[in-house]
């Protein structure tokens, strides 16, 4: 299978610098190149991507402004592709900002090349990443920070008992393969299980299910 890409950017060189690195991978096929935030929701509604390499700051609107349009309710297109956010600055507000938005990941502009590309297939596959600096501690303060939801403590009886555990050790920031050692399941069936819960959950990868673990109270921040 072959990965769409978009890329939003404001600085010309750096648009040509991501689109030489990633067509040159045979998986994946950079579909188009914006300049600004608005450019970025025109052209993602009408190329389907699959990804949105997605700068922060960027003129006319911002990167996490045009993320939350293209995730939003009153998006056109009916294929709503993952949005990896791409920043010069490790700073909390930003992250915060994108998980609320609903992005798939988060990396720093001074990754390595392969560490890009990975981040691109990762997002594509469906599950979430953040770079090595955003730690768990950063979703911490980000839930703490948080009401706790209501709604999300009663989305909870939608799970069976299996899920919620399962769920519960999502949010501590276990791997699948810990979670199959700390319940005595295979790792497959840890799959099977997290991919009901998000399912269930309405939540679009991992990260997404801790900060609804969060939210339920199954986990609590750290102090």
């Keep these: 299978m072959t990965i769409s890409v978009l890329i939003a950017d404001d600085q010309a060189m750096v648009r040509a610098g991501f689109a030489a690195l990633l067509d040159a991978q045979d998986d994946v096929r950079v579909v188009g190149q914006a300049a600004d935030g608005k450019e970025a929701v025109t052209l993602s509604a009408r190329l389907d991507p699959d990804v949105v390499l997605m700068d922060v700051r960027m003129p006319e609107l911002d990167g996490i402004a ?83 939801s209501g709604r999300a403590a009663a989305s909870l009886g939608e799970l069976t008992e299996r899920e919620r555990e399962v769920l519960t050790l999502i949010g501590r920031g276990r791997a699948n393969a810990e979670i199959a ?25 991992r990260v997404h299910a801790v900060i609804f673990a969060y939210d339920a109270g199954l986990v609590e921040p750290a102090p």
């Design 66 to 148: 045009a993320a939350r349009r293209i995730l939003g309710p009153d998006y056109p297109a009916a294929h709503v592709p993952r949005i990896l956010m791409l920043t010069t600055f490790d700073i909390d507000d930003y992250v915060y900002d994108a998980l609320e938005a609903g992005a798939s990941g988060f990396l720093l502009k001074d990754a390595l090349p392969e560490d890009l590309v990975h981040a691109v297939r990762v997002v594509a596959a469906g599950d979430a990443l953040l770079a090595p600096s955003v730690t768990r501690r950063m979703i911490e303060h980000f839930a703490a920070r948080r009401p706790r």
């Design 181 to 205: 050692a700390e319940l005595f399941i295979s790792e497959q069936t840890v799959k099977t299980h997290v991919g009901k819960v998000l399912a269930k959950l309405g939540a679009r990868d």
